[in-house]
């Protein structure tokens, strides 16, 4: 399904599953600035690679500044969760750059520069950003050039890109998050919880600014082979 622009109203970013929107009052409005935050394992890269597949299918195109993976290792994953997003890549519709996962301050300065550059450079032709995980560059830095930066991401969302960035939980103190969630319009938060004496990852959902319906707050899921995430009703979870 192509997304399309009414008259007055902003496009929105889907997941893909109707049950995920639902839950986020409908998607994620176009010209947000995202933080999808949470423990390793927790399942951020899933969130985010599940949002990839859903705005890529609805028209938009997306970028992915990744330290998870290589281009092939995401094709790969992304495929075997039903997620596979290839053609939209030899089609010139989603791009992949490969960040390292490691780095010193001198670089984690080099890259945040580098970056804000290269997203002046997209916009206009890429409408979704995501930056999975942005960790290895945060924990380099001063908080103080961390929220520079972010405030600098904010004057492209101000012009309808739409970007996503995730962290993992160790990143700040809380102190320092509640600064970062505030200059954010949506934050989606992600743990692990053991129920019926197995792991379940819980994606909360603080806020979505916004969103066209309320939001609902817990979706409890479950990440398999071959069919990605699948989600676990309420009633099953608490039994």
Same mark, same amino acid.
Request: glycine share 0%.
């Given at each position: 399904m192509v997304a399309e622009m009414v008259e007055g109203a902003r496009r929105v970013v889907s997941t893909g599953s109707s049950e995920i929107d639902k839950k986020m009052g409908g998607g994620i409005p176009e010209g947000s600035l995202i933080l999808i935050e949470g423990s390793s394992n927790a399942g951020k890269s899933v969130v985010t690679q599940q949002f990839i597949h859903g705005a890529l299918n609805s028209g938009f195109r997306c970028v992915l500044y990744t330290t998870e993976n290589t281009a092939r290792s995401l094709f790969r994953q992304m495929a075997s969760l039903s997620l596979d997003v290839t053609d939209f890549y030899l089609l010139g519709a989603f791009n992949v750059y490969p960040v390292p996962a490691a780095m010193t301050p001198d670089a984690a300065n080099t890259a945040f520069s580098k970056m804000l550059d290269h997203l002046a450079q997209l916009q206009g032709t890429f409408d979704v950003i995501f930056i999975d995980a942005m960790t290895s560059f945060v924990s380099q830095v001063p908080e103080s050039q961390t929220?520079?930066?972010?405030?600098?991401?904010?004057?492209?969302?101000?012009?309808?890109? *739409? @970007?996503?960035? *995730?962290?993992? &939980?160790?990143?700040?103190?809380?102190?320092?998050?509640?600064? @970062?969630? &505030?200059?954010?319009?949506?934050?989606?938060?992600?743990? @692990?919880?053991?129920?019926?004496?197995?792991?379940?990852k819980v994606l909360e959902v603080a806020k979505v600014r916004g969103a066209e319906k309320t939001t609902g707050n817990i979706v409890s899921f479950d990440v398999e082979p071959g069919l990605g995430m699948r989600i676990i009703p309420v009633s099953s979870a608490k039994a």
């Open positions: 929220l520079q930066f972010l405030t600098a991401v904010k004057r492209f969302v101000d012009e309808d890109m *739409t @970007i996503f960035f *995730t962290l993992h &939980s160790h990143a700040f103190e809380e102190a320092m998050f509640m600064r @970062i969630r &505030s200059l954010c319009d949506a934050h989606l938060r992600l743990r @692990i919880e053991e129920m019926r004496d197995q792991l379940m």
